[in-house]
């Protein structure tokens, strides 16, 4: 028997599976149909109990750890990020062409727990009506952990790279702050064909020659990025061309005098309507994220780019006359319509004209 237990004292009883373990963290939910190698493997989930509301898990098990390009070809990184996993049926059988493992191992591999048998619409109804919730999911009766609240810690820290790592390609200088990195964001900026620097959250890349600076997805709250944030302040200062994406959106718009808060219970799915401000084009996005920009403290010199159709939050801000802008949602993503992937090569041409500027 697995228990999970919220924070307001509701209790679940479910089945585990996976690593038979006690963890605790903030219990979140993804809305989306596949594609859980990839979201267990996200590092914006790093602290949070993950809630699947598709009812069928595990049906395609777990492809191998294939390498191309240096990147794990199937997964987001190299570890699952997740504190444990909350499922409605797990499937042990599984069958798809290049699955090497059921989902029970994989996840007892990097000892995470999970539990099935739950009622996931349920317990997604309650978390949308009290908000996001502070959980622990334990064996029998054996409560161990305190509950824990990952967005009062660096987890920015936690997941970021440690040292510099170079993807070489042409002549365009793509510096990438690694705040949890998805790894296809990666391969969607070397698809341009750039050299892409990768350094960690808190390096000062001002001192590095580039010509255009991506900022990644990221989890927590992006009070905590101090230094990046700094960091960002002097890019904004330097002209160069600016893409923040996720994570990213937030830290470029508090650079840029804008504020943040915590959503009550986030994006996390597939199928998100966006709008592109000003037009009536609207883009099918992937998300995840718990934190938001207030747009209205945005400085004078800038504007909203994208709004969410569904709650009217913030999706995205961009520079009124110089080459910044970030979007809320992942262009990179493709568990449905790979609608906004334009968006790296339209910064791919601020970073060419910006060149065509400076000489």
Same mark, same amino acid.
């Given at each position: 028997?697995?228990?999970?237990?919220?924070?307001?004292?509701?209790?679940?009883?479910?089945?585990?599976?996976?690593?038979?373990?006690?963890?605790?963290?903030?219990?979140?939910?993804?809305?989306?149909?596949?594609?859980?190698?990839?979201?267990?493997?996200?590092?914006?989930?790093?602290?949070?109990?993950?809630?699947?509301?598709?009812?069928?898990?595990?049906?395609?098990?777990?492809?191998?750890?294939?390498?191309?390009?240096?990147?794990?070809?199937?997964?987001?990184?190299?570890?699952?990020?997740?504190?444990?996993?909350?499922?409605?049926?797990?499937?042990?059988?599984?069958?798809?062409?290049?699955?090497?493992?059921?989902?029970?191992?994989?996840?007892?591999?990097?000892?995470?727990?999970?539990?099935?048998?739950?009622?996931?619409?349920?317990?997604?109804?309650?978390?949308?009506?009290?908000?996001?919730?502070?959980?622990?999911?334990?064996?029998?009766?054996?409560?161990?952990?305190?509950?824990?609240?990952?967005?009062?810690?660096?987890?920015?820290?936690?997941?970021?790279?440690?040292?510099?790592?170079?993807?070489?390609?042409?002549?365009?200088?793509?510096?990438?702050?690694?705040?949890?990195?998805?790894?296809?964001?990666?391969?969607?900026?070397?698809?341009?064909?750039?050299?892409?620097?990768?350094? $960690?959250? =808190?390096?000062? %890349?001002?001192?590095? @020659?580039?010509?255009? *600076? !991506?900022?990644?997805?990221?989890?927590?709250?992006?009070?905590?990025?101090?230094?990046?944030?700094?960091?960002?302040?002097?890019?904004?200062?330097?002209?160069?061309?600016?893409?923040?994406?996720?994570?990213?959106?937030?830290?470029?718009?508090?650079?840029?005098?804008?504020?943040?808060?915590?959503?009550?219970?986030?994006?996390?799915?597939?199928?998100?309507?966006?709008?592109?401000?000003?037009?009536?084009?609207?883009?099918?996005?992937?998300?995840?994220?718990?934190?938001?920009?207030?747009?209205?403290?945005?400085?004078?010199?800038?504007?909203?780019?994208?709004?969410?159709?569904?709650?009217?939050?913030?999706?995205?801000?961009?520079?009124?006359?110089?080459?910044?802008?970030?979007?809320?949602?992942?262009?990179?993503?493709?568990?449905? $319509?790979? =609608?906004?992937? %334009?968006?790296?090569? @339209?910064?791919?041409? *601020? !970073?060419?004209?910006?060149?065509?500027?400076?000489?």
């Amino acid at each position: 028997m697995a228990q999970l237990l919220l924070d307001d004292g509701t209790r679940i009883t479910g089945k585990p599976f996976g690593a038979l373990c006690s963890v605790s963290g903030e219990v979140v939910f993804n809305t989306a149909m596949t594609g859980y190698p990839e979201s267990l493997t996200d590092p914006s989930y790093k602290g949070q109990i993950l809630v699947l509301t598709y009812p069928l898990i595990g049906n395609y098990g777990v492809p191998g750890k294939a390498i191309q390009e240096n990147l794990s070809k199937y997964f987001e990184s190299d570890r699952i990020h997740i504190s444990g996993l909350v499922i409605s049926s797990y499937s042990a059988e599984y069958s798809h062409w290049n699955a090497l493992e059921n989902l029970s191992d994989w996840l007892l591999a990097h000892n995470v727990p999970g539990i099935s048998g739950i009622d996931t619409r349920a317990l997604v109804k309650l978390l949308r009506e009290r908000g996001t919730m502070l959980g622990k999911l334990f064996q029998n009766d054996e409560d161990e952990v305190e509950f824990y609240d990952p967005n009062k810690d660096n987890l920015v820290e936690q997941v970021s790279i440690r040292e510099k790592i170079t993807y070489p390609g042409n002549e365009n200088r793509i510096i990438l702050v690694d705040c949890g990195v998805k790894n296809n964001i990666i391969r969607c900026l070397m698809d341009t064909g750039a050299t892409v620097i990768r350094v $960690p959250w =808190d390096y000062d %890349f001002t001192q590095e @020659d580039y010509d255009g *600076l !991506v900022v990644s997805n990221g989890p927590g709250d992006p009070q905590m990025c101090r230094e990046t944030i700094g960091n960002l302040e002097k890019a904004i200062a330097s002209g160069r061309p600016i893409f923040g994406i996720c994570l990213g959106n937030q830290l470029l718009a508090i650079a840029a005098g804008a504020t943040t808060y915590k959503l009550k219970y986030g994006h996390r799915g597939y199928n998100q309507p966006v709008l592109l401000c000003g037009t009536k084009k609207t883009y099918i996005t992937s998300q995840n994220h718990g934190f938001a920009v207030d747009d209205s403290h945005l400085g004078k010199d800038w504007k909203p780019f994208f709004i969410n159709l569904n709650d009217g939050t913030n999706e995205g801000i961009r520079h009124k006359k110089k080459p910044f802008f970030s979007t809320q949602f992942h262009p990179e993503a493709s568990g449905g $319509p790979t =609608d906004t992937r %334009f968006l790296f090569d @339209d910064f791919m041409d *601020l !970073v060419q004209a910006f060149k065509m500027k400076r000489k």
